[in-house]
């Protein structure tokens, strides 16, 4: 019997985000949400900041060069908000 083995894919895709969450698309076509109140400086940020992102890692984080936050889709998939001491 054939088993379909999906192929995980934990690159980041896109990034949206907004006042009150952070979606993450994946290339494996899921998608990460969490509450924008996980990561302060985030939060604290402009809409422009918080558009402004680009791949991190070979494609496995995400940067936010204005603010200086790194996040990480390993630590997103384990719902690991930020370590607080934010801006």
Do not use: C
Not at 24 to 35: A, E, F
Not at 70 to 86: K, M, Y
């Amino acid at each position: 019997m054939a088993t379909l083995a999906l192929k995980s894919d934990e690159r980041v895709k896109n990034v949206l985000v907004n006042d009150d969450v952070l979606a993450v698309d994946l290339m494996d076509g899921r998608t990460i949400t969490v509450p924008l109140v996980w990561f302060p400086r985030l939060a604290q940020a402009t809409q422009q900041e918080r558009e402004h992102w680009q791949t991190s890692g070979g494609g496995y984080g995400i940067h936010w060069p204005e603010i200086d936050e790194d996040l990480s889709t390993e630590g997103l998939l384990r719902g690991a908000p930020a370590v607080r001491g934010g801006r």
